[in-house]
């Protein structure tokens, strides 16, 4: 009998999230009337599941469960994690993207973050984005992380908002951790 590592169980774990959230989903398109391949995988430490049309026509429907900004996927993606944490005990992150809308999302959220970076570092001055889902924020923080600067998340659901700033020199955020702790 091999024994498994942490990385090992770790991924087992995540494949085993991706098979339930599949199985979930299989019965929704089915009850819907819905066509679609769905692909599981695990990216970046989290199970990832994608429904990708698979026939002419399904682009359409599939369109509708995407629905307006996304949000329809937010919702299946958090119904399908609560299938996952009900069958497993555990927590779910797994991330859902339906006929590539999230991976085209991300690319334009990383032009938009690209452009906040570029005006920060040409003014100096803090730039607030838009109010995003949690998902395009962390796209955007991914981002201004890349490009050394500093982001926060501002603002409550579900109007928060990523603001990029200006990257601090150790000194300047030194003196701001002391004044902090007064």
């Not at 009337?33 to 599981?40: A, N, S």
Request: aromatic share 2%.
């Amino acid at each position: 009998m091999t024994e498994n590592t942490g990385s090992d169980s770790s991924v087992s774990r995540l494949e085993e999230e991706g098979e339930i959230g599949a199985d979930y989903l299989e019965e929704l398109l089915d009850i819907a009337d819905l066509g679609g391949d769905i692909d599981i995988d695990v990216d970046h430490g989290r199970a990832s599941i994608a429904i990708l049309a698979s026939e002419e026509g399904d682009e359409r429907e599939l369109a509708d469960l995407v629905g307006a900004d996304g949000e329809v996927l937010e919702a299946v993606q958090e119904l399908t994690r609560l299938a996952v944490q009900a069958r497993t005990g555990n927590r779910s992150r797994l991330m859902l993207d339906i006929n590539g809308y999230r991976a085209a999302r991300r690319i334009e959220l990383t032009e938009v973050a690209q452009e906040a970076v570029t005006k920060v570092l040409a003014t100096g001055e803090a730039v607030s984005l838009t109010p995003m889902n949690p998902f395009e924020r962390k796209v955007c923080h991914d981002v201004v992380a890349a490009a050394g600067l500093y982001s926060e998340s501002e603002g409550g659901e579900p109007h928060r908002y990523v603001v990029v700033l200006p990257a601090q020199d150790e000194e300047s955020a030194a003196v701001d951790d002391e004044a902090e702790q007064d």
